[in-house]
């Protein structure tokens, strides 16, 4: 606990075991997405995760995330009713993340 609190302190990121949807999510927005696309990408990665995919999934550790879990929250969208093209978006983003991990 004290090692994962100093990491958190020295804003370092957390072992993968312990790293949450969230973190991981915000980390990549600024270390891989704003360096490597347009403006008007990244602002549009940025709805997506602050606005659907961090209050959906961002609490739980990334180690844990299953694609039961992904797909619930997808069927949720599109019965909230965003459009399929859009959930489409948010099931991309996830995506790329999970390409862009290892």
């Excluded at 995919?53 to 797909?71: A, K």
């Excluded at 019965?79 to 995506?95: K, M, N, T």
């Amino acid at each position: 606990m004290t090692t994962a609190l100093k990491t958190v302190a020295d804003n370092l990121p957390l072992t993968p075991e312990r790293q949450t949807v969230g973190d991981f999510l915000c980390s990549w927005l600024e270390t891989t997405a704003r360096p490597t696309v347009r403006p008007s990408t990244y602002v549009s990665y940025a709805g997506i995760v602050n606005h659907h995919l961090i209050p959906e999934l961002g609490r739980i550790r990334l180690t844990r995330l299953s694609p039961q879990e992904v797909q619930e929250m997808l069927n949720r969208k599109l019965a909230e009713g965003l459009s399929p093209r859009r959930v489409d978006y948010l099931r991309g983003v996830l995506q790329l993340r999970r390409h862009q991990r290892a």
